[in-house]
């Protein structure tokens, strides 16, 4: 299963120390051991058309191989609850979509 996230950052969170900070956590949270594979990054500056949105910070995309690999990760996973409880007041907005 696909687990994708999107994130849009605080205005006030939107400076180059900030931002680092941030990247080094979405680094560590994909350090996760029930992760199978998985990446972050910010949009690619692809043309501007009707159907595609830029207006996000940063994305991730991970893979977990079962189900249960998901379940621990939003469970207790310790990368999981510390990036989220470093983070939480950092985003504006945050977006989950998963695929099965």
């Known amino acids: 299963m696909e687990h994708h996230v999107y994130f849009w950052m605080?205005?006030?969170r939107k400076n180059d120390d900030d931002l680092a900070?941030?990247?080094v956590g979405m680094t560590k949270l994909a350090q996760s051991a029930t992760i199978e594979s998985g990446r972050w990054g910010k949009p690619a500056?692809?043309?501007e058309r009707p159907v595609t949105d830029h207006s996000w910070s940063y994305g991730l995309s991970f893979k977990f191989a079962t189900m249960e690999d998901h379940f621990n990760y939003q469970g207790d996973d310790p990368h999981h609850v510390e990036f989220v409880e470093t983070f939480k007041e950092w985003w504006e907005k945050?977006?989950?979509m998963d695929l099965g």
């Open 94 to 96: 945050v977006l989950v």
């Open 10 to 12: 605080k205005e006030e």
């Open 45 to 47: 500056e692809t043309e």
């Open 21 to 23: 900070t941030f990247e």
